[in-house]
C-alpha cells in the first residue's frame, strides 16, 4: 500500500463515547483510510502526534440506512475507524480542545 | 463494558473553594451619590462560572456526536466560542459577586447597582456603580424668612362675580324686533383674512354660535358688535373689518376680515334683578343679598389665599434649595424622567396620540426630549427631596387616625363613587399614598410658618428619630 502518512488518517471522531475513551482508557478514535492497515495508522500517529502507540484496534463500521422525511431512503457509507491506545500519560492536543 | 456509561462525568474545570471568601473589594464614593465598587476574584471562580454557564449553555445546543447536555467542556467551547461562554458567565457571576461585595463592603444601595466594567485578564476584576441613597443638606433653612403679603379681594372683584352670577341667571326670551345691544343672537359666521388677496384665506367658520351683543365685546373681533347690532333672524350682513394695529395677537394686527354673517335667532335677555329674593333663590343658605355677598366675597379669598400660598411655598423652596447641597444618583433622576414621560403618554392617550406621534410633530428624538424635560424632573426631585427632609429633621407625624379622616374627607367629595374611593384609598398602597400627602402638606405648612417667623419647635431628638423611622420605612 502507498499511503503518505496524511492519507492515512482522516478525521479525528469526537463524540461522546470516544470522550470518554480519551479520558479514561487513554484512547483516541480516528476515522482512517478504509485500506489502512494497523501499522500504517500506528505509525501515522507516532510521527504526526509525537506519541507512543501501543496498540492499535480498527474495524468497519457498517452502513447504516436512514430515512429522511417519509419515503425517501439514504444511506450512511461504511468507513473504517482505529481506535488507537497512547502509552500512560500520553495525550493529543488536538483532542483536548482549544485551550 | 463500561463504555456504555460513556460521558457520563465530562471533565468540567470544578475547583473546591469555599465560596465567597477571596473577594477583594475596594470602594471609591463618586460625586453623584454612588459608589464605585471594584471586586477583585479569584481566577478559580471565573474558571468555575465558565463551567457552570457552558453546562447551561449545552443542554440548549446540539452538539453532533452527543446527546444535549453530555458534551465535556472542550467541545462546548470549540462549539460556541469563548466568549459566548464568558458572556454568559459574566452576567451571572456578576450578580453573584454584587450580592457578595455589597454585604462585605455594608454599603445599603438606594437602587439595584449596574456592572460598568468587567475585565477579565490576568485576575477578573468587575466594577459595579451603586447608587446610594441621597445626600440632603438643607442648610440652614430655619433662618429662611420670606415677606408674606396676606391677599385682598378688591370690591370690584367681587363685584364682577356677582355680575357673572346674575348673568348666568338672565331670562332669555325669544323677540320679533330688530335686535338691540344687551340681547343675544345666534348667528353663521364665515370669516376671510385678507379678502381678494393672494393669501386670504379662511379665519373663521362658525355656526349656531351665541353672542351678546354687548359693546366691550371683543369676539370674534374688535368691532364686530356695531356692525351686527340691528339684525332680525334670516338676515344676512357682509362688511370688512380691521383688526387694530395694537391687537395681541401679532399675526393678526392690522389684517382686513370680509365677514359674512347670518343671523338664525334673536332673544332678548332680561337680567334678574339683585335682592334678597333673588338671594334666597339661589340657595337656602342666603337670607339676604348682602349674605350672598358675604359668602362669594369668602370665595374669593379662599381661592386668591390658596394661590397666593401656593406660590408662597414656591418661593420658600426656592429660597432654601439656594442654600442646600443636594446630591442623588443618577438613577434617581431618570426614574423621574421616565415618571415624567409616563405622564405625558397619558395625557397623550387621551388625546388620542401616542407619544411617538407627538414626537414626530415636534420633530424631536425621545433622547432630545428627554433633556429638554430634565431640568423639570430636577426641580421635582429637589423639591420632594427636601421636603422628606423637613419631615425627619422636623419630626413630622400622621397617624392611623388622621390618614383615616383625610381618606373620609378625600372619598366624600367623590359623590356617587365616594365608597369605590375610600375603598382603594384604605389599601395598604393608598393609605400610603394619602400618608405621604398629609406629611407633604404638614412640611410644607411648617415651612410656611418658619418662613414668617413663627419658629415653630423642634421635637426632642428621640421623637424625631421615630419620625425619621417611621418615615423611611414608608418610602
Known amino acids: 500500500m502507498d499511503l503518505s502518512l496524511f492519507d492515512v488518517l482522516l478525521r479525528p471522531l469526537v463524540t461522546e463515547k470516544s470522550s470518554f475513551q480519551n479520558e479514561k482508557l487513554g484512547q483516541y478514535v480516528f476515522e482512517v483510510a478504509p485500506d489502512a492497515t494497523k501499522t500504517q495508522i500506528k505509525e501515522a500517529v507516532q510521527s504526526l502526534f509525537d506519541v507512543n502507540v501501543i496498540q492499535v484496534n480498527t474495524l468497519v463500521m457498517p452502513a447504516k440506512r436512514a430515512r429522511k422525511q417519509r419515503r425517501m431512503v439514504t444511506r450512511t457509507s461504511q468507513y473504517k475507524k482505529a481506535v488507537v491506545k497512547l502509552a500512560d500519560g500520553e495525550t493529543i492536543e488536538m483532542f483536548e480542545g482549544v485551550k | ?475
Open chain 2, 1 to 475: 463494558m463500561g463504555l456504555a456509561r460513556a460521558g457520563s462525568s465530562p471533565a468540567f474545570p470544578i475547583c473546591y473553594h469555599e465560596r465567597g471568601v477571596q473577594l477583594k473589594v475596594t470602594t471609591n464614593l463618586l460625586d453623584n451619590c454612588e459608589v464605585q465598587m471594584i471586586v477583585e476574584l479569584e481566577t478559580e471562580r471565573l474558571d468555575r462560572a465558565k463551567g457552570a454557564a457552558a453546562r447551561r449553555l449545552a443542554r440548549r445546543v446540539s452538539i453532533p456526536g452527543f446527546r444535549k447536555g453530555k458534551a465535556p467542556y472542550s467541545v462546548i467551547l470549540q462549539h460556541l466560542g469563548e466568549d459566548r461562554i464568558v458572556e454568559n458567565a459574566v452576567d451571572d457571576l456578576g450578580q453573584e459577586v454584587y450580592k457578595e461585595a455589597l454585604e462585605k463592603t455594608e454599603i445599603n444601595p438606594f437602587a439595584p447597582g449596574n456592572l460598568v466594567d468587567a475585565s477579565l485578564e490576568k485576575k477578573p476584576t468587575f466594577t459595579f456603580n451603586v447608587p446610594v441613597a441621597p445626600n440632603v443638606d438643607l442648610g440652614d433653612y430655619r433662618s429662611v424668612r420670606l415677606d408674606y403679603h396676606p391677599v385682598e379681594v378688591e370690591d370690584k372683584a367681587v363685584d364682577d362675580t356677582m355680575g357673572q352670577i346674575q348673568a348666568k341667571h338672565a331670562v332669555l326670551e325669544p323677540i320679533e324686533r330688530p335686535s338691540e345691544l344687551g340681547d343675544v343672537i345666534t348667528i353663521n359666521a364665515y370669516g376671510t383674512l385678507n379678502p381678494g388677496k393672494e393669501n386670504s384665506e379662511s379665519l373663521a367658520d362658525e355656526k349656531d354660535i351665541d353672542l351678546l351683543l354687548d359693546e366691550q365685546s371683543e369676539w370674534p373681533m374688535p368691532g364686530m358688535t356695531e356692525k351686527i347690532v340691528g339684525m332680525e333672524i334670516d338676515e344676512t350682513r357682509e362688511f370688512q373689518l380691521h383688526f387694530p394695529e395694537d391687537y395681541d395677537n401679532n399675526d393678526l394686527a392690522g389684517k382686513q376680515v370680509h365677514w359674512s354673517i347670518s343671523c338664525t335667532n334673536a332673544k332678548s335677555r332680561t337680567l334678574p334683578e339683585m335682592n334678597d329674593e333673588f338671594a334666597a333663590l339661589l340657595s337656602a343658605e342666603y337670607k339676604t343679598l348682602l349674605e350672598l355677598r358675604v359668602a362669594v366675597r369668602e370665595q374669593l379669598e379662599q381661592a386668591a389665599t390658596k394661590q397666593k400660598s401656593q406660590e408662597y411655598r414656591g418661593e420658600i423652596i426656592g429660597a432654601i434649595l439656594e442654600g442646600s447641597n443636594i446630591a442623588f444618583p443618577p438613577i434617581m433622576l431618570r426614574e423621574r424622567v421616565n415618571n415624567l414621560l409616563r405622564e405625558q403618554e397619558g395625557a397623550l392617550q387621551s388625546r388620542g396620540l401616542t407619544l411617538l406621534d407627538y414626537l414626530k410633530i415636534e420633530d424631536k428624538t425621545e433622547e432630545e426630549y428627554r433633556a429638554e424635560i430634565e431640568p423639570d424632573a430636577i426641580l421635582q426631585l429637589q423639591r420632594s427631596l427636601i421636603l422628606t427632609e423637613i419631615v425627619e429633621t422636623e419630626g413630622l407625624k400622621v397617624d392611623d387616625k388622621q390618614v383615616d379622616e383625610q381618606i373620609e374627607k378625600t372619598s366624600a367629595t367623590f359623590g356617587d363613587s365616594a365608597d369605590k374611593i375610600r375603598e382603594m384609598l384604605s389599601k395598604e398602597n393608598g393609605r400610603k399614598s394619602v400618608e405621604l400627602d398629609l406629611l407633604t402638606e404638614m412640611a410644607l405648612e411648617r415651612l410656611e410658618a418658619i418662613a414668617k417667623g413663627e419658629e415653630p419647635e423642634l421635637p426632642p431628638d428621640t421623637e424625631r428619630e421615630n419620625a425619621a423611622t417611621i418615615h423611611t420605612g414608608s418610602k
